[in-house]
């Protein structure tokens, strides 16, 4: 009997040490993002680009540590991935209470407001999001924008979900929407890219001007270097890695301005 249990505790270490391991260890961080969201992140069929990733990058790199960005597909599947663990982190995104159930945010990194696009032939008088009220209103798959504006569009606005910023872009100048509500850069970047910034105009003032953060996600072995990434992200504010990486971002964009659809 002895014996038995002797082998039984060497197989039970055997099998639970590796695991053990591999909870506690963060190797390399596995990092994806929204493959369709410019100038902040795009996926051009070969690589992601954008200011979220130059940023995430080179703070990782500075601070010496191994990563590897991976496409995943649509930006559901990459929220997806995040709450099942099989990433380690996102970048970057709005903090909101559903995410924040697997995600830790890091500091700020970059502000994204966010607007009301209209047929530019049939803008509206838009003061407070009480003008939406009554209308038609779509937004892209996955999009959510912070509080308090996601509440008040979930109990009172007639809001209808496109598969993407570019179908609800199609389906506004279909008249099946009255209005989209989505991120104001990457928007104007779809509009100019799509020859369609003289037929949909933004109304001011915006929404929500909320900022972006990168998620960590909040199981992985990987938060632990949260509080340096932090530091990192502040030094880069401080120096004008972030504004630049936004310019660069942007002239990025228009010579590459190609999202690959899966």
């Known amino acids: 009997m002895y014996r038995w249990f002797l082998g039984l505790l060497a197989w039970i270490m055997l099998v639970a040490?590796?695991?053990?391991?591999?909870?506690?260890?963060?190797?390399?961080?596995?990092?994806?993002?929204?493959?369709?969201?410019?100038?902040?992140?795009w996926y051009d069929g070969k690589q992601f680009r954008g200011a979220s990733m130059e940023l995430t990058t080179k703070a990782l790199t500075n601070l010496g540590i191994p990563f590897e960005v991976r496409y995943l597909g649509p930006w559901k599947r990459v929220l997806a991935a995040a709450e099942h663990g099989t990433v380690d982190m996102v970048t970057t995104l709005k903090d909101t209470p559903e995410r924040r159930l697997f995600l830790t945010y890091s500091t700020p990194v970059l502000s994204n407001p966010v607007a009301?696009?209209?047929?530019?032939?049939?803008?509206?008088?838009?003061?407070?999001?009480?003008?939406?009220?009554?209308?038609?209103?779509?937004?892209?798959?996955?999009?959510?924008?912070?509080?308090?504006?996601?509440?008040?569009?979930?109990e009172q606005l007639q809001i209808e979900t496109a598969q993407d910023m570019e179908t609800s872009f199609r389906m506004l100048l279909g008249r099946r929407f009255d209005y989209v509500v989505t991120g104001y850069y990457p928007a104007?970047?779809?509009?100019?890219?799509?020859?369609?910034?003289?037929?949909?105009?933004?109304?001011?003032?915006?929404?929500?001007?909320?900022?972006?953060?990168?998620?960590?996600?909040?199981?992985?072995?990987?938060?632990?270097?949260?509080?340096?990434?932090?530091?990192?992200?502040?030094?880069?504010?401080?120096?004008?890695?972030?504004?630049?990486?936004?310019?660069?971002?942007?002239?990025?964009?228009?010579?590459?301005?190609?999202?690959?659809?899966?």
Not at 17 to 41: F, K, M, N
Not at 126 to 146: Q, S, V, Y
Not at 240 to 252: S, V
Request: hydrophobic share 40%; charged share 25%; proline share 8%.
């Open 116 to 154: 009301v696009f209209v047929r530019a032939e049939e803008a509206f008088p838009f003061n407070t999001k009480e003008d939406l009220i009554g209308r038609r209103g779509g937004i892209a798959r996955g999009n959510r924008f912070g509080q308090p504006f996601d509440q008040f569009m979930d």
């Open 188 to 262: 104007l970047s779809e509009l100019q890219t799509s020859h369609l910034d003289s037929k949909i105009i933004a109304l001011h003032p915006f929404v929500i001007e909320t900022p972006n953060a990168v998620g960590f996600v909040s199981k992985s072995p990987c938060i632990k270097y949260l509080k340096v990434f932090n530091d990192e992200i502040e030094k880069m504010r401080k120096n004008g890695d972030i504004e630049r990486a936004l310019r660069n971002a942007n002239l990025e964009w228009r010579q590459y301005p190609v999202v690959n659809k899966p």
């Open 17 to 41: 040490t590796p695991v053990a391991l591999a909870e506690g260890s963060c190797t390399r961080v596995l990092i994806s993002a929204d493959p369709a969201y410019p100038p902040l992140h």
